[in-house]
């Protein structure tokens, strides 16, 4: 009775220890992963300053295009009603 009870005993303190290692490998693994995510997002974050950066460029250019561009058709439309007279 007492060898098997020792032996139960000693089975569960190595099936404890055993579960204690998968768990801190399962933690491991996790946290890993969870790095490699945080890496991507800041990736992203960038990847999406830089987007917006040039969006805005893109939309000032826009801009500065349709600024010139009715200050040239004032232009043309002097030169024409200067002819006119």
Known sequence: M???LTAISLALTLTACA???AIDA???SLT???D????KIA?????QQSATTDMQAAK???EQ???DAAAANERVDNIVASYKK
């Open 60 to 62: 000032d250019a826009a």
């Open 36 to 39: 490699a995510l945080s890496a």
């Open 65 to 67: 295009a349709v600024t």
């Open 26 to 28: 399962s933690i491991n």
């Open 19 to 21: 579960n204690t290692d």
């Open 32 to 34: 890993n992963k969870v």
């Open 43 to 47: 990736d992203l974050e960038a990847q």
């Open 2 to 4: 007492l060898k098997q």
